[in-house]
């Protein structure tokens, strides 16, 4: 059971780049949600999803973009990197939103430089 | 701005000892839940309690909950050099949304 995988685990960018991060989940979890880690920051929200083709904002949605075409798939896109994008990035699924334990993928270190 | 505040930032103590870290959060909420972080991976869902729940317990782990007080605390017994991790709490934000704090960041000396 594989659980959240992300892709890929590490990356290199160079100032102005795009990439994708994808997130997949194998559990038919409707909740998908993107953090970033910034050390001394914690964990702050991305964008989320609630349901297969359906996205939100989170608290720090600036520069990013998301979409969820497959219910297992959740996938965050940065179209002009920039060094304030250099983070470690979180995927995680859940059930049921907040009412319910949240699985998290193993992440993404992300360097923009 | 971050849902949940966690204290105290770090906290040193000897094996064996107890373990008590705080989060206080900012509006009302459904549930509340502490997760665990090793070093460089994802987290790991320890315990979830609800608004209407006080004290819950698994394991070594007890949680309380004040929804007057806006707050919660997670004691862990008989620590072990494995507890050793961040600890986060995380809370629900109109039940959608899974806002964490900044953790608190534990170690348990030999």
């Known amino acids: 059971n594989a659980g959240v995988t992300q892709t890929p685990k590490f990356r290199v960018l160079k100032t102005g780049q795009s990439m994708t991060l994808l997130c997949a989940q194998d559990?038919?979890?409707?909740?998908m949600y993107w953090y970033r880690q910034d050390p001394g920051m914690g964990l702050r929200l991305i964008h989320y999803?609630?349901?297969?083709?359906?996205?939100a904002k989170g608290e720090v949605p600036d520069g990013y973009n998301v979409s969820r075409l497959k219910k297992q798939n959740f996938l965050l896109g940065l179209e002009s990197a920039a060094p304030s994008q250099t983070s470690v990035y979180f995927c995680a699924s859940s059930s049921f939103g907040g009412y319910t334990e949240a699985f998290f993928g193993q992440g993404t270190r992300l360097t923009v430089v | 701005s971050q849902q949940g505040e966690e204290d105290p930032q770090a906290l040193s103590i000897q094996e064996g000892e107890n373990a008590t870290m705080n989060c206080s959060y900012k509006t009302s909420i459904n549930n509340l839940q502490w997760y665990r972080q090793n070093s460089g991976r994802g987290l790991v869902h320890l315990i979830l309690?609800?608004?209407?729940?006080r004290e819950k317990h698994s394991g070594r782990l007890r949680v309380t909950l004040d929804t007057s007080k806006k707050s919660s605390s997670l004691l862990i017994t008989a620590s072990r050099a494995a507890d050793t991790a961040s600890y986060f709490c995380a809370t629900d934000q109109g039940a959608q949304k899974l806002v964490f704090g900044q953790g608190t960041r534990l170690t348990i000396n030999p």
């Open positions: 999803s609630v349901g297969e083709g359906t996205t």
């Open positions: 559990m038919n979890h409707e909740y």
């Open positions: 309690i609800r608004s209407n729940e």
